[in-house]
Every structure is written in structure tokens, then in C-alpha cells.
């Protein structure tokens, strides 16, 4: 039986995890940049926050897909 807490485990765990942070980081600045930069309303800049929304998540299944037509680097170790 192989340990799950593999080299390779822990490095796409720390590479999510960061990613992540920095997704969430730009999730939660976006409005209030897009207010004061652009001058817009709440709305609109709440509007424009789910397209880019959207848009990751979009990304995400493409990722994801061409993740697995590759394969997993760490599957064979």
C-alpha cells in the first residue's frame, strides 16, 4: 500500500493552495478597484466580478480536460 503523503501529493497540494489564495485575493479586491478605478456603481461592478467569475470557472474545466488528455505526471511514481 503507497502513503498518500507522497512528494508529489504535498507539491499539487501547495501549488492548489496558492492558487487558490491567489484567486480568492483577486475575487475580493476586484470590486473595490473596478469602484474607484472605472467609477462604477455596486451593480455594475458586482456584474462585471461574476463575468470574470464565469470565466475562471470556464477555464477550469478547460484546464481540467486538457489535464487529463495529458495524464497525471505523478500517476506512474
Not at 15 to 41: D, P
Request: aromatic share 12%.
Amino acid at each position: 500500500m503507497r502513503a498518500i503523503f507522497n512528494r508529489c501529493f504535498v507539491t499539487v497540494t501547495v501549488v492548489n493552495f496558492f492558487v487558490m489564495l491567489a484567486y480568492y485575493q483577486i475575487m475580493v479586491t476586484t470590486v473595490s478597484y473596478m469602484q474607484e478605478r472605472f467609477a462604477l456603481s455596486l451593480s455594475s461592478a458586482g456584474a462585471s466580478l461574476g463575468a470574470i467569475i464565469i470565466g475562471c470557472l470556464l477555464g477550469r474545466f478547460v484546464s481540467g480536460n486538457i489535464i487529463s488528455m495529458w495524464g497525471a505526471a505523478c500517476s506512474s511514481s
